[in-house]
């Protein structure tokens, strides 16, 4: 089977590629790149961008046990519109995602649904207590591709110390949602001014740095790969920056809300604006992009976490946190940093595709010859505006809800197979 995307401008950081021109796929995988005269299948893409099939490292899909909010067939819907073709799920299910079977059956439901490619992340601890740890080897084995506790950080610093130890054997990372519950009391959204003003109670910026600042020290002493999720803080940013200098085994993450919404979004009690990390000032929304630019910031992934209605229409300190990410991503990304020139196109995409790929270990984000044909297909040009009813995603807990974009995924592609048209 053979199909011709013929005329697109190919975006491929991993090759150093950004050419117009044909890209051909035969039986699934990427057979040309260049002039190219006929195919079985032909889609004239002149005027659009061809890239790797986008990765996103941080989602939730829910399924087993929450598949009122999401499932992997829906999820798997919101991720293709979005123009994902792979995406890493987190442990946060019920049960826990902390033993080989449940690894096993999200990857089977996922290949069963065949629209994106789902890479498990498994469990640090059982039950995701922060006690004894999970069967880290024997989950390798049944396809994890990284380990998390995501929202219930490790509090011991001895029991963080073990996993990353035990990881380190395997050369898998370990993705650490930093937050210091001790010093969070109940907070439910960014600490100051603001905060004071509607009268909720206020999580400082400390939370996440503390936590960032102990777990690189502990990556350090454990020789470990540790990647921390949704960076949200300049402070965070400047630690993770001179980690880095000093040569310590650190990758991180941001999402869109961070570098797109500020602490402002929550007034009114949105509790679509209700998320972890909080949402912060425009000062911190400056540095993400900062660190986003000089390279601190590795990877763009939406943290997507959708909800049922009645988990957000209710007071603001009951509201669950989070909102979904995966149908907007793109759009966010063009309008907030590629046409302000806070990044360029290919240093996106790279955000999106290799990088993520790099960290997990997958053989995917590149266009090169030989590879998966996981191809996305993005039109910059088109002006949308948000619509959360039309979500394919069961969630439509979002603030973006009438907002104007610009930059949508156009088709999305697995394997050499359609399986989202924008």
């Known amino acids: 089977m053979q199909l011709l995307l013929k005329g697109g401008r190919i975006i491929d950081p991993s090759q150093g590629l950004d050419i117009v021109g044909d890209l051909l796929i035969i039986d699934g995988r990427i057979a040309k790149i260049g002039k190219i005269d006929s195919a ?47 995406v890493a799920t987190m442990p946060n299910t019920n049960p826990f995602t902390d033993s080989r079977p449940i690894i096993e059956y999200i990857i089977k439901r996922g290949e069963a649904v065949g629209l994106v490619k789902i890479k498990p992340i498994g469990a640090l601890t ?37 996993v990353m130890e035990y990881c380190t054997m395997f050369d898998v990372p370990v993705i650490l949602h930093c937050e210091d519950k001790s010093l969070c009391d109940d907070g439910l959204m960014n600490e100051g001014l603001l905060s004071t003003r509607l009268g909720l109670r206020g999580i400082p910026d400390e939370v996440e740095e503390i936590s960032i600042s102990r777990n690189i020290m502990l990556a350090r002493l454990a020789g470990c790969r540790v990647h921390i999720a949704h960076v949200s803080t300049r402070g965070s940013v400047d630690i993770i920056r001179r980690a880095k200098k000093a040569g310590i085994s650190v990758t991180c993450e941001t999402c869109p809300q961070y570098f797109s919404l500020t602490e402002d979004s929550v007034v009114g009690y949105d509790t679509n604006a209700k998320m972890s990390p909080s949402l912060r000032t425009a000062d911190d929304v400056a540095a993400i992009k900062e660190g986003l630019a000089d390279g601190t910031i590795d990877v763009i992934a939406t943290d997507h976490a959708p909800h049922a209605a009645e988990d957000k229409e209710t007071e603001f300190a009951a509201a669950a946190n989070g909102m979904v990410g995966l149908e907007t991503a793109v759009g966010l990304v063009i309008t907030e940093l590629v046409n302000p020139g806070v990044l360029s196109l290919g240093e996106a995409v790279k955000k999106m595709t ?5 960290i997990l270990g997958l053989d995917s984000g590149s266009l090169a010859v030989g590879k998966s044909a996981d191809v996305t297909v993005v039109d910059l040009e088109r002006e949308y505006v948000v619509e959360p009813e039309k979500f394919c995603s069961k969630g439509r807990n979002t603030v973006l809800g009438g907002r104007k974009l610009i930059g949508k995924a156009w088709m999305t592609i697995l394997e050499g197979r359609v399986t989202s048209r924008g």
């Open 126 to 162: 059982q039950g995701m207590r922060g006690e004894e740890m999970a069967e880290i080897g024997d989950m390798i084995e049944g396809g994890a591709v990284a380990f998390s506790d995501d929202a219930f950080p490790i509090a011991s610093s001895g029991v963080m110390r073990r």
């Open 354 to 358: 290799v990088a993520p790929a790099g």
């Open 40 to 86: 079985d299948q032909i889609e004239d893409v002149s005027g659009k961008v061809v890239m790797p099939g986008l990765i996103d490292m941080h989602v939730h899909f829910r399924e087993p046990g929450f598949e009122y909010k999401e499932d992997i067939e829906s999820g798997s819907k919101a991720a293709a519109a979005g123009g994902f073709t792979t």
